[in-house]
């Protein structure tokens, strides 16, 4: 089968023929539709120091991913040949303590799809039946294929209550933009979104941000005058990884206020403590989906008809690959996905 390999240590990826995954007897074989490229994906393109250090060559990167379910190992049941399904790109070690109590999404041991093991950037791939999630109403494929990121989203805009509250978002990347549409959604009463990017504040409008605020031009405190909020925001979702966000972030927070922080900073940094002390705020950090509680939110929020389609600004055929990439790195637009079928 046709694949994108990262062939050996070094930068890019190739398009090439390798073997088609093997099927254990929990597994199933997925014939891959479309795939969304994440920033992971271009570090591991990249080959910077986190992918030097992350990952094995060779490797199938890609975790983000929609296809047909053409195969299930004997112990299957719960999967069918012809079921349409996006995949839990973390492969759960099952008997950890979280694990065996049901939180999954806490397990100790995660393994990474398209990380740790060959992923999605393939005509093919092979999944535990426990990772698959199966599509049982309607769904456009571009959206489907971002299910993962779609659900970073969720389960971060999620964390806390929003309805009737006042929310910041930092960081309009695309888990920044969905992240602003689902509390939109879900009843949040303003949605401020900052970035310095004017063509991603635009797409945050274009999901239903109220204000769409460029932090290298204006504060946060402004924004919140030209909202005429008094005592600060309620949730605050950190979704750019950035230290002068989140501190930002906390400064600009009402007392009692609560932050889920999804962005990965890339090294430690200093933040006022003391504020974070004397405001009573929460902090609480999310990786992934819950499993698979932020999956059944992610499909019912659609069904309730909750609008992703502007969030996908980018999509190519698998063997235009490097312009896919490219324009994935510019970090100036949405989501970029690949048809594996064109
Ligand atoms: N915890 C997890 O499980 C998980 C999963 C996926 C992604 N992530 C992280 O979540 C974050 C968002 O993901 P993404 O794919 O949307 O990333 P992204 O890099 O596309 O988006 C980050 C955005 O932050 C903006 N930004 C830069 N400086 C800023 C500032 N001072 N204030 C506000 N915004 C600023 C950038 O311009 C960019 O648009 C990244 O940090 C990513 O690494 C975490
Ligand atoms: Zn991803
Ligand atoms: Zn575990």
């Not at 929609?66 to 012809?82: H, K, R």
């Not at 008997?95 to 398209?114: D, I, K, M, Y």
């Amino acid at each position: 089968m046709k694949a994108l390999v990262k062939e050996q240590a070094g930068p890019g990826l190739t398009l090439t023929e390798v073997p088609e995954p093997s099927v254990g007897p929990h597994d199933v074989l997925i014939k891959v539709l479309r795939t969304g490229i994440c920033g992971t994906d271009l570090h591991i393109h990249a080959y910077d120091g986190w992918a030097q250090r992350a990952v094995r060559t060779p490797l199938v990167p890609g975790h983000e991913f929609v296809g047909e379910v053409v195969g299930t190992g004997a112990d299957v049941a719960e999967v069918a040949v012809g079921d349409l399904v996006s995949g839990e790109g973390h492969l759960v070690c099952g008997t950890c303590r979280n694990c065996l109590a049901g939180r999954r999404h806490l397990c100790r041991a995660t393994v990474g799809l398209g990380v740790g093991r060959d992923g999605a950037f393939a005509e093919y791939v092979s999944l535990p039946a426990s990772n698959v999630w199966v599509h049982r109403t309607p769904v456009d494929l571009d959206v489907a294929a971002i299910f993962d990121p779609f659900g970073n989203a969720v389960h971060t805009a999620l964390s806390f209550p929003v309805v009737g509250e006042d929310v910041l978002i930092t960081g309009a990347g695309p888990i920044g933009i969905m992240a602003a549409a689902v509390v939109r959604h879900a009843g949040a009463r303003n949605v401020v979104v900052t970035d310095v990017s004017e063509p991603r504040l635009e797409l945050a409008r274009k999901v239903g941000a109220g204000l769409a605020l460029d932090v290298s031009a204006r504060t946060i405190e402004e924004g919140q005058r030209e909202l005429g909020l008094r005592e600060g925001f309620d949730v605050g979702l950190e979704m750019s990884g950035r230290p002068e966000a989140l501190r930002e972030m906390v400064a600009n927070m009402t007392h009692g206020g609560r932050i889920a922080m999804l962005g990965l900073p890339t090294e430690e940094f200093p933040v006022d403590f003391a504020r974070i002390v004397t405001s009573m705020l929460t902090l609480k950090g999310i990786y992934g989906r819950e499993m698979f509680e932020t999956w059944y939110s992610m499909s019912v929020l659609l069904e309730g008809g909750l609008d992703l389609t502007p969030v996908i600004t980018g999509r190519y055929s698998y063997r235009d690959f490097d312009d896919a990439f490219a324009e994935a790195a510019a970090g100036t637009g949405g989501k970029v996905v690949l048809d594996w079928t064109a």
